[in-house]
């Protein structure tokens, strides 16, 4: 890989124990730092699809980490419970379903979604597939938001332009004064990084 696309940071980041063991460690401030930064969006965007209001939300955020760091390393014993991705949906939507029973709203339709019979309100008949897609989702924003900070920053904008913003590379090129193919190889090697940076979010969890 060309190693004028990446600056100094790419190359000191240090070989880690995965994510999930390290918040197991209370004190390790920085690691619970980068899990809140990864994973808060995912939280508040399934509980604002419920139907639950922004301080609402953010409520859900909030007691859904608390009892992330409550239970970690009783989850991490007992690996037979689940993947984590799962037990972090549990957690959610119970957590969303303790905001809306403080509305007091007993007369919602509502949809059992696991084996603990935890229930609330859905946008969609299938929330498993909502529950994957906002994953999903949420490791791509995570996963490129971490990219843009190690990449130079006009070639992060190169990328922006013609993949995020859609612009076609003969437009990019034009308004940022370069080559044309330099706006294909920065699109190539920074959605490669993004690639290898969800993959490897994918590991940390495991």
């Keep these: 890989m060309n190693q004028a696309m990446i600056s100094p940071a790419e190359n000191s980041i240090p070989t880690r124990y995965t994510l999930l063991s390290r918040l197991q460690d209370w004190d ?31 409520d859900v955020v909030q007691e859904t980490i608390i009892c992330v760091a409550k239970d970690i390393q009783k989850f991490k014993r007992d690996r037979a419970a689940g993947s984590f991705k799962g037990w972090l949906r549990n957690l959610t939507r119970w957590r969303i379903a303790d905001q809306l029973r403080k509305r007091g709203r007993a007369d919602l339709k509502v949809l059992v979604f696991s084996e603990e019979h935890a229930e609330l309100p859905l946008d969609n008949n299938n929330p498993e597939e909502q ?63 993004i690639r290898k940076e969800v993959q490897s979010l994918e590991r940390e969890l495991y």
Aim: hydrophobic residues 45%.
């Design 28 to 58: 390790d401030q920085e690691s619970w730092r980068v899990f809140f930064d990864t994973y808060w969006r995912l939280i508040y965007s399934v509980a604002i699809r419920s139907g639950l209001g922004e301080a609402e939300a953010q």
């Design 131 to 193: 529950w994957e897609a906002e994953w999903r989702t949420n490791l791509m924003e995570a996963a490129t938001e971490r990219v843009r900070g190690r990449v130079k920053e006009e070639h992060y904008q190169m990328f922006d332009l013609n993949v995020l913003k859609q612009w076609p590379a003969q437009k990019v090129a034009k308004a940022l004064g370069v080559n044309v193919g330099l706006v294909y190889l920065a699109k190539h090697r920074v959605s490669a990084l």
